[in-house]
């Protein structure tokens, strides 16, 4: 089966310091690719999507993600994290190779430190 | 312009007992899911319907059942509440792959 990888259960970074959560997705075909973040006691909200245009993709919040097809990933970034930015963050997948369905991630946890 | 609502928010049972929630969607969308998401693992595909009266298995099924008698409304039941079901349950809805619109999610706990 199709899957997505999020590399990291927990990631923790200092205030002020670059953000990088990791993801990979088993596909032949790009997929459309999604990241959404979770706050605690909340739903999810979408922080961007890739949807075969640009391979660098802004989003909410200072987030970006960068699709790379030949690795089979698409990262998200933050140039400086904020204590805000604490929260858990979701890869997902959909496309023909997913059934046209949504596929997530086990999800990372994001710490930021002061 | 609600979007995906989800009914209840929360609810404690016990075990063996039977709850039905419900989604409801207001964007004439096509399809319609149910995930739940528990600790470590991400959101998982319960159910899912591609179009009124129709319904299909997702990756954790058992224990689960839905109907989509109305095009708007997608309802999960559980016949008989597990401990191993307390979770927090998300309903989706979509027309398209690149683009799903969720609800605010059920908090369920089974006692």
């Known amino acids: 089966a199709q899957s997505v990888t999020q590399l990291g259960s927990h990631v923790s970074v200092s205030e002020g310091a670059l953000v990088l959560l990791r993801c990979n997705y088993s596909s032949s075909v790009p997929p459309y690719l999604f990241w959404y973040v979770q706050y605690p006691n909340q739903g999810l909200q979408l922080l961007l999507k890739y949807t075969s245009a640009a391979t660098l993709v802004k989003g909410i919040n200072g987030f970006e993600a960068e699709f790379k097809k030949s690795e089979t990933s698409f990262h998200l970034t933050k140039p400086s994290a904020h204590m805000s930015d604490a929260a858990e963050y979701f890869c997902a997948v959909s496309g023909m190779e997913y059934g046209n369905k949504l596929v997530f991630g086990a999800g990372t946890i994001l710490r930021v430190k002061s | 312009n609600a979007g995906v609502t989800q009914t209840p928010k929360f609810r404690v049972l016990k075990t063996g007992q039977s709850m039905t929630l419900l989604c409801a969607q207001d964007m004439n969308h096509e399809y319609m899911y149910w995930y739940r998401q528990d600790p470590g693992m991400g959101l998982r595909l319960i159910h899912y319907?591609?179009?009124?009266?129709?319904?299909a298995k997702g990756e954790v099924p058992d224990g689960y059942n839905v109907s989509r008698l109305k095009k708007q409304n997608f309802l999960l039941g559980l016949e008989s509440a597990a401990p191993s079901q307390t979770s927090v349950y998300f309903c989706?809805?979509?027309?398209?792959?690149?683009?799903?619109?969720f609800g605010s999610g059920t908090r369920l706990t089974v006692v």
């Open positions: 319907s591609v179009g009124e009266g129709t319904t």
């Open positions: 989706a809805s979509n027309n398209r792959p690149d683009g799903y619109t």
